[in-house]
């Protein structure tokens, strides 16, 4: 009878939990969807600063402006953290033409974040297409020397989450122009990362292996390489032509941004929530990533306009360097490890601004099913996806201190669209799917404050 007693009371202790939670968690939503101010936050980011890319004078103001946001938050602090990153810049805008006999047809290109340039004439060579890097070391140096190489597998259609085609596609933009050269190419010619079949590249970050020559490369559009293929099977001699004017410069100094709500009764224990501050130089970076960097704050203005004191305290946290370096994760990270800082959850927004689908996670066991009891109060927001998955690159250097990373999971189906594209503008992000997100973020965060992991 006395264990039937206990278990009543318990049962009915945690009835009352789950409403409680309910009742907050529908006050968190209804505040973000009816007064949210994320998306007033990304239209000055986009529109009045515009492209971020690390070292530029774009990135600097976005500090300034991300800093001065959160200040007039009335953050209980808010300061910068220095970095210094990679400046890499684009330059004169890119050319690029595919001969075959007579015909002369100019194509969109656009040179990787990191690679070199080419000659000041440019460079003309035969081009040869290949899916994959095994097929390129089939084909071996004698056929590859001398050439220009059209690395030209498409993501797969197939895949219904399109990052995992993403990841089944981005190694030969990453690495491709190393293994091009390892075989005496010229240069490299990289099919646009998107699913979309249309005439807008897409760029992204490259890197050089040691000791192998720095050869130029570049992204070409879905189209322009559908038609290239088309051409070289016609014409396996086809030349092709490019140039392109980028250039390396050194380091240069930079911030991430971080507001921070004080926790009432563990301050030591920290929960993080994120997005990269900076972004491609080809448009505005509203999907990627302001969008992140706007729900971000949001999740602090929401608790704080609500009068929700958390237990723990609340990090808001612009990364910057994503893109091409990671120098900004890896920064707060070291800090946090120096400065002795508890980290128990960081949750990263840098999949797109679209209707939310849920959480993924990295951790232990333990972790993560202290996350899943959450998913009954959750779907009644659309958050049905909690489980296992990806955190998010600047957040996963934490994981070092046994972090429980969190990644954001909006709807995957449009983000390719716009992902690293001069597309990327502000009329790409629809407002209530972004207020949506930062609601879902701050909801979890309510929950992980309240019970810990």
Excluded at 155 to 168: H, L
Excluded at 189 to 202: A, K
Excluded at 298 to 316: D, N, Q
Excluded at 331 to 342: F, H, I, S, T
Aim: charged residues 25%; glycine residues 10%; hydrophobic residues 40%.
């Amino acid at each position: 009878m006395k264990k039937y007693f206990i278990y009543l009371l318990f049962f009915s202790f945690s009835a009352f939990s789950q409403e409680s939670d309910s009742v907050v968690i529908k006050k968190i939503f209804d505040a973000v969807l009816s007064k949210g101010e994320a998306y007033k936050t990304l239209t000055y980011l986009t529109k009045s600063i515009g492209p971020r890319l690390s070292g530029s004078d774009g990135a600097a103001k976005a500090v300034q402006y991300t800093k001065k946001t959160m200040e007039g938050y009335q953050f209980d602090k808010v300061f910068l953290q220095d970095v210094m990153v990679p400046h890499w810049v684009r330059g004169k805008k890119e050319e690029a033409y595919i001969e075959s006999g007579k015909q002369k047809i100019k194509v969109p290109i656009v040179a990787l974040g990191g690679s070199v340039a080419t000659p000041i004439a440019g460079i003309k060579a035969e081009i040869i297409e290949v899916k994959s890097f095994e097929e390129l070391k089939t084909l071996g140096t004698e056929k590859v020397k001398g050439k220009i190489v059209l690395f030209n597998r498409p993501m797969d259609a197939t895949k219904t989450n399109t990052f995992a085609a993403y990841a089944g596609a981005n190694n030969q933009r990453g690495g491709g122009a190393s293994e091009a050269a390892k075989y005496g190419a010229v240069g490299a010619i990289v099919r646009s990362l998107t699913t979309l079949q249309d005439d807008n590249p897409h760029t992204g970050g490259m890197r050089y292996a040691t000791g192998v020559p720095m050869i130029p490369t570049a992204a070409i559009s879905t189209n322009g390489a559908n038609l290239l293929s088309k051409i070289l099977q016609e014409n396996p001699k086809t030349q092709f032509y490019f140039k392109q004017n980028c250039e390396t410069l050194p380091d240069a100094p930079s911030h991430n941004v971080v507001g921070e709500i004080k926790g009432s009764e563990k301050p030591d224990e920290i929960i993080v929530v994120g997005g990269h501050l900076d972004s491609w130089d080809l448009a505005e970076g509203a999907q990627d990533d302001g969008a992140g960097c706007v729900q971000s704050i949001e999740v602090l203005r929401v608790l704080k306009a609500l009068g929700i004191k958390p237990k723990r305290t609340i990090r808001a946290v612009m990364f910057m360097n994503e893109e091409n370096g990671l120098r900004g994760g890896t920064k707060y990270a070291d800090l946090a490890k120096q400065n002795n800082e508890k980290h128990i959850a960081a949750i990263e927004s840098d999949n797109g601004g679209f209707t939310p689908r849920g959480f993924g996670m990295v951790g232990t066991d333990a972790q993560i099913a202290k996350i899943t009891v959450y998913k009954k109060l959750l779907a009644e927001y659309g958050l049905n996806e909690i489980g296992r998955g990806s955190g998010g690159a600047d957040i996963g250097p934490l994981g070092q201190q046994g972090t429980l990373l969190i990644g954001f999971k909006p709807d995957s189906q449009r983000y390719f669209d716009f992902h690293h594209a001069q597309t990327d503008k502000l009329e790409a992000v629809n407002e209530r799917e972004l207020n949506l997100g930062a609601a879902s973020m701050a909801a979890l965060i309510y929950l992980i404050d309240k019970y810990g992991l």
